[in-house]
């Protein structure tokens, strides 16, 4: 910034202001205290470099403006001491933050010494990342790596050997304007270089052999202010290619459009985190739909489910994690640019505090999605090392050295006791060559241009960038970038405007995204343009040039070509790029390149060796760099020819080869279902047929519960012990249940509809409700508890006989239940699921339970179908053996006689390792402890009751609102029909049970208890999780719970007839 001339000149001013100053020390208390100090000095060393210009450039021309000498030099002087005092901020936040990091690392280094503790063998030398003996850091070998594709023959080798597959494949990007063709690229900061990867990934992906279709999901937005394609509900992405494979009916890439969030306006990406679970819901719905056609047409009858799900950026990753958690599907995730990245470069700025950069960028909600997408993932897609090695480090959820650990006992058959590290592997991304003339002429590139029909006019582009030009011959300097102060277009204007020789060789064009009033531009945005435009002013750089105001994508390879065809050069001088696709562009139409030496284009030069490397902050080096390529010919014969020749290593076919490898290698998960017939029930609701198919299936899928959670590996429920005569017992009551069951089927229709307790003694679990309604209220005691669940069946009594179906969603188990239920007078068949152990566990009630055989069992029966969706990177016994250590360590610290937490055994189930909390004031929040786990690889789900006295650990994508997701998978209740009835507060998964596509009721009054201090300590606010302020959000309050209050939000919400 410091050739900046308004800088200049307000140095110039502090100067003069000197004795101005001076004279002023006696009624200046900041001055007499700071003695010597040179406001001047302190201003060019310590804050020039460090600070965004644009506030104290209007102050100062504010200040300049003013008439009366002493009024001006103090407005000065007050400026003066406001950089001082910004400065001095800067160093208090840099100094909290180095803080925080040494902390982090010491934990980092504590976890990993605890996690290799728990592991059974000493380090092998392959542990200890022997680079010739085992698999890299980051799963990515070169001895597992595939031979590139370099030919047409290796191409047509690839489809013979995966033609016969048939895959589904789902991607995830919902923030930005997503079309197919004329994409608005760096209309707004959502619609860049992401945009057009997934549009072009899915568009490769679904011209592939072996791939039968490809959805990309993203938001549909039908807003005034964008165009009306963004608003169609499907769009099928045109082949770039001739030699595609044999298609079917549905088959081929499409962009699927799911209405989420506000209706009717278009906004960005910071603010859609409320809306992430509807879009869950809708996503969810789309799939369950897709993959029931794709079963017509290429599954035989059964469900065609995606073999992987791809998440693009956070908030598509937290998406992505709930998605492929519903559907026991493989999850990919691509960071594209990280939160825990910009935090620090935001932090080190000095110009705003943590809670200030959460506030404006939603930033701690950022990163524990992404911190959620490595707890979830089976592969994180990265372009460059530099993303893994610079970026990934800084997150709970991966380490560098325990992640090659882990991999190398993975490799030897080796326990890893419960822990998982995602693999990460580099993909550098594709690009289409169609569009590129071809290259076979002389080094001179004279061959460009349309040598078929030499009478074709030059693209009108070409027309709207040369007017700029004096001299339109001179090679052109292209740079490609939104006005945006990372991207450095500032420093790159100094740099050609400072250096004659350069000047009079070359011209400079800046393709700055579409603008039409730069008033109307974001702040920063237009700040950086207004820049540029005042230092081509000052150095009299008119008709050397260029920045038109528009330019459509379909433009941006002709821009190149007319750079090459002069024997130009590209730049890209960003500060950092995360990887740098305009370079892949560039080389591949003929272009050398200067490129900024930090990030991805790193790893780009290694490949192309087509250009030269410098270092961004350095303006001098820039200039040199550009000189020395566009003044030496053989250089930049040589740098051109390096780039057409490596180019075909980042085509699309090389990048979606590499990409179907690393899914073939994940191991398949699908929902699957213990039965016959892996199908949808197709059948009428009503045909007694079909409920007994389905009684012949739940035969095969439910077991009775003995004691409620005490069961062996085997996934039985009960003391069993492997012996006969437990087998055959097990088996007598396998066959209770079923006959038990049976006589439900044609039960309904014998029994009067008045008696609620009658009517729901023989049913099958959630066959026939049209609506349910989900009792998940945490902030109440038992009593109230009770007369909320009656007031809810008299509420509903008078509704259609069997209708509506009946869950109770808590963190209790089903013995407590049970408890509960008998104290309060209610059936347990007045339900049709319970939800426990804080959603690790689903029960359906036993029809009959006079008529089981022992007088312990429960009359309920579990649904073990559950359990394999959510088993998914469970810690087992590793998991548990860490947080009884962790339990020890806090009663420890704590120095109480009597023990703050223990294990509770009773309450602990296979899939729930329970804790009881006696002092919740002393215990540590949710995000330190599951912070604590990460660090260990550990990956699980957290989770304090309300009063903070109970502690529940359970699978990472388990929770009450993803069980209720599942009963939609697995039975096919509508979530739309769902009406979850919730307190004022609740469990650490209440914000859960609020968002989505299901009604939320929210009970309100003074019988809700006050949550525990342990709840307070969150990472983000709610309101960063729920849209309480939509308009057309499905949340309902009401006061109280009696059953005419509950009859009116049914009423209200559609579930029962006024």
């Keep these: 910034m410091a050739g900046n001339d308004w800088i200049n000149s307000y140095l110039e001013a502090i100067l003069d202001a000197g004795p101005g100053i001076d004279a002023a020390k006696a009624s200046s208390l900041l001055l007499r205290e700071r003695g010597s100090f040179s406001p001047t000095r302190y201003f060019v060393e310590e804050v020039i470099t460090g600070f965004d210009e644009t506030d104290l450039y209007k102050t100062w021309v504010r200040a300049a403006a003013m008439r009366s000498p002493q009024e001006r030099n103090t407005r000065l002087e007050n400026m003066c001491w406001r950089i001082w005092n910004l400065a001095r901020k800067k160093k208090e936040i840099e100094g909290e933050e180095a803080l925080g990091i040494s902390k982090r690392r010491l934990e980092r280094e504590r976890a990993r010494h605890d996690a290799t503790a728990d592991m059974s063998e000493d380090l092998s030398e392959g542990e200890k990342g022997d680079a010739s003996n085992d698999l890299s850091a980051h799963g990515d070998s070169n001895r597992s790596r595939m031979p590139r594709i370099s030919s047409a023959e290796a191409i047509e080798a690839w489809a013979s050997q995966y033609k016969d597959k048939k895959l589904y494949i789902v991607l995830i990007s919902i923030h930005g304007l997503i079309r197919g063709e004329n994409m608005e690229l760096g209309r707004d900061s959502d619609t860049g270089g992401q945009v057009k990867y997934v549009v072009e990934l899915a568009r490769a992906l679904g011209s592939m052999p072996g791939v039968y279709r490809v959805d990309l999901l993203t938001r549909q937005i039908s807003a005034p202010d964008v165009d009306w394609s963004y608003g169609e509900p499907t769009e099928m992405l045109t082949p770039r290619t001739s030699n595609m494979h044999e298609m079917g009916e549905s088959s081929g890439a499409y962009i699927i459009r799911i209405p989420f969030g506000p209706k009717d306006k278009y906004i960005p990406k910071e603010l859609l985190w409320p809306h992430i679970q509807e879009f869950v819901d809708g996503a969810l719905s789309h799939v369950m739909q897709m993959s029931k056609v794709l079963g017509e047409q290429i599954g035989g009858g059964k469900p065609a489910w995606p073999v992987a799900i791809h998440g693009h950026y956070a908030d598509a990753g937290d998406s992505t994690a709930l998605l492929s958690g519903a559907l026991n599907v493989p999850m990919l995730f691509t960071g594209h640019s990280l939160g825990r990245d910009k935090l620090e470069q935001l932090l080190k700025q000095g110009r705003q505090t943590r809670e200030e950069i959460n506030e404006t960028y939603k930033i701690m909600r950022r990163i524990e999605a992404e911190e959620l997408s490595l707890d979830a993932s089976e592969i994180v897609i990265t372009s460059t090392r530099q993303e893994i090695e610079e970026q990934w480090r800084l997150y709970d959820g991966f380490d560098v050295i325990l992640e090659r650990k882990l991999r190398a006992r993975i490799k030897r058959g080796v326990s890893c006791y419960g822990r998982y590290m995602p693999r990460m592997v580099v993909i550098p991304p594709g690009m289409e060559f169609k569009h590129i003339a071809s290259h076979d002429g002389d080094a001179d590139g004279e061959s460009e241009g349309n040598d078929d029909n030499p009478a074709n006019p030059d693209p009108p582009i070409w027309t709207e960038i040369m007017r700029f030009f004096t001299n339109p011959r001179k090679p052109m300097i292209l740079a490609l970038a939104r006005p945006d102060p990372k991207k450095n277009i500032t420093t790159l204007v100094k740099a050609f405007g400072e250096c004659r020789p350069l000047r009079e060789l070359a011209n400079l064009t800046l393709i700055m995204g579409n603008r039409e009033d730069i008033d109307e531009m974001s702040s920063t945005n237009s700040s950086v343009l207004t820049t540029v435009l005042k230092l081509i002013d000052k150095y009299d750089l008119y008709g050397q040039v260029a920045y038109p105001k528009h330019h459509r994508q379909s433009d941006v390879p002709e821009i190149y070509r007319l750079a090459a065809k002069t024997k130009g050069v590209f730049i890209n001088p960003a500060f950092i790029e995360p990887f740098g696709l305009t370079l892949i562009e560039a080389a591949a139409n003929g272009l050398p390149i200067v490129a900024t030496k930090n990030g991805g284009p790193v790893d780009i030069h290694k490949v192309l060796d087509n250009g030269i490397l410098v270092d961004p902050h350095d303006q001098q080096a820039i200039a040199d760099a550009l000189y020395k390529l566009v003044s030496d010919k053989q250089l930049w014969a040589r740098c051109r020819q390096n780039g057409l020749k490596n180019i075909h290593q980042f085509s699309w076919p090389e990048h979606c080869k590499t990409y179907l490898s690393k899914i073939f290698s994940c191991r398949p998960r699908h929902p699957h279902w213990r039965r016959r017939d892996d199908g949808f029930e197709d059948s009428e609701p009503d045909s007694p047929n079909d409920s007994l198919r389905d009684i012949k299936d739940l035969s095969l899928n439910l077991k009775l519960s003995l004691d409620g959670e005490k069961r062996e590996d085997s996934g039985t429920v009960g003391n069993t012990t492997g012996s006969e005569d437990a087998a055959t017992a097990n088996e007598k009551n396998l066959k209770n249940a079923v006959a038990n069951l049976s006589k439900g089927v044609l039960g309904p229709q014998k029994v009067a509809s008045g008696e609620r307790t009658e009517h729901n003694s023989h049913k099958l679990p959630l066959l026939r409700r049209k609506y349910v309604i989900v009792i998940a209220v945490d902030s109440v005691i038992n009593a109230d508890l009770i007369s909320i669940i009656e007031s809810t069946f008299v509420a509903s009594s008078d509704s259609m006989s069997g209708s509506i179906g009946f869950i109770l969603a808590t963190h209790l188990t089903i013995s407590e239940i049970h408890n509960l239920l008998t104290t309060g007078g209610i059936v347990p ?95 540590p929040p949710v995000k330190e402890l599951r912070t604590q786990m990460r660090n260990q690889a550990l990956r699980c789900h957290v989770l304090y009751s309300h009063d903070g006295s109970k502690l529940n650990v359970i699978p990472v994508l388990a929770s009450r609102s993803q069980a209720l997701r599942y009963l939609f998978v697995r039975w096919g209740v509508q979530l739309s029909n769902m009406a979850v009835f919730v307190g004022e507060s609740g469990d650490t998964d209440y914000e859960g049970l609020l968002g989505g596509v299901h009604k939320s009721v929210i009970l309100k009054g003074s019988f809700n208890t006050v949550p525990s201090e342990v709840h307070s300590a969150r990472s983000y606010p709610l309101t960063d999780v729920v849209a309480f302020d939509n308009p057309h959000n499905n949340i309902l309050r009401i006061d109280g719970y009696v059953a005419s209050d509950i009859k009116f939000a049914l009423e209200k919400l559609g579930i029962q007839k006024k």
């Excluded at 359990?867 to 990177?873: A, L």
């Excluded at 860490?882 to 309450?907: C, F, M, P, Y």
């Design 829 to 923: 068949t007045d339900f049709d699921a319970f939800i426990c152990n804080s959603g690790s566990d689903i029960y359906y009630p036993s029809s009959n339970s006079e008529d089981l055989i022992d007088p312990s069992e429960l009359p309920f029966a579990l649904d073990i179908d559950y359990h394999s969706q959510i088993e998914y990177r469970w810690g087992g016994e590793g998991l548990k053996k860490t947080l009884v250590r962790w339990a020890a360590s806090v009663n420890s610290q704590n120095g109480e006689k009597e023990k703050i937490v223990t294990e509770d055994v009773e309450r602990s189930s296979t899939f729930c390792h329970a804790f009881k909390v006696k002092n919740p004031s002393l215990v």
